[in-house]
């Protein structure tokens, strides 16, 4: 592994970042990364799996948000996803209410350039922090002042963009419990569920031996 200020530097240039950064050790396989912009920070959350690359090697990254309780042997439940509000009236639009609404599925960040020009009336899109372990409403009302002053309430469609599934018997993102090799030993794939079998055989046949 590179030493701090080479990996400052490329995840700085790599990864575009457009304000400071500082980076830090957190374990051998876990490094924190503080930076000042939050147009950063979404953006590192919202990358997947990447690679950092120095002249012939290429290191394999993956970006997590950091909390008070990290544990390097258990991901964090915290993810990033857009959500998107279909039938939305554009009047609603404004980042304010946009944000207000988007509480609804987590915390925002951001809205899409599209939603922030108004050039897509038909849909408005939000980027937020979810809680993989969390809850997923599909609807939120909202309520429409009538110029007779009566208020007209209506129910809009939450649509969820790709959500990682979180593994409450492996601590990790990626996977959930129906997917896990640890819980269904028998999802293994064929060839290494064999490899797995040889190596098992291999290790009796030697104890016995002995």
């Known amino acids: ?5 080479v990996l400052k ?3 700085s240039k790599q990864c575009e ?3 400071e950064c500082k980076i830090g050790l957190l374990s051998y396989r876990h490094v924190l990364i503080r930076v000042t912009l939050m147009e950063d920070y979404v ?3 919202s ?3 990447f690679y950092i690359a120095q002249r012939n090697c290429s290191f394999p990254m993956r970006t997590l948000k950091w909390d008070p309780m990290f544990n390097p042997e258990e991901e964090t439940t915290i993810a990033i996803a857009w959500i ?3 039938t939305l009236p554009p009047n609603f639009f404004g980042r304010e209410t946009m944000f207000s609404l988007a509480t609804a599925a987590g915390k925002p960040l951001q809205v899409d350039m599209a939603t922030r020009n108004q050039t897509r009336p038909s849909c408005a899109r939000v980027k937020v922090e979810v809680d993989l372990l969390g809850e997923f409403p599909k609807r939120i009302k909202i309520g429409m002042k009538k110029t007779n002053g009566e208020v007209m309430e209506t129910w809009v469609r939450i649509k969820y963009d790709y959500i990682p599934k979180y593994c409450k018997t492996c601590m990790l993102q990626g996977h959930d419990e129906q997917q896990c090799y640890v819980e269904h030993p028998e999802l293994y794939p064929k060839k290494e569920k064999n490899n ?4 098992a055989k291999e290790e009796k046949e030697n104890k016995y031996n002995r």
């Open 1 to 5: 592994m590179c030493n701090k200020l």
């Open 84 to 86: 998107s509000f279909p």
């Open 196 to 199: 797995m079998e040889a190596n």
């Open 47 to 49: 990358k997947p799996a």
């Open 43 to 45: 953006h590192l959350l």
């Open 9 to 11: 530097k490329l995840i």
């Open 17 to 19: 970042l457009k304000g």
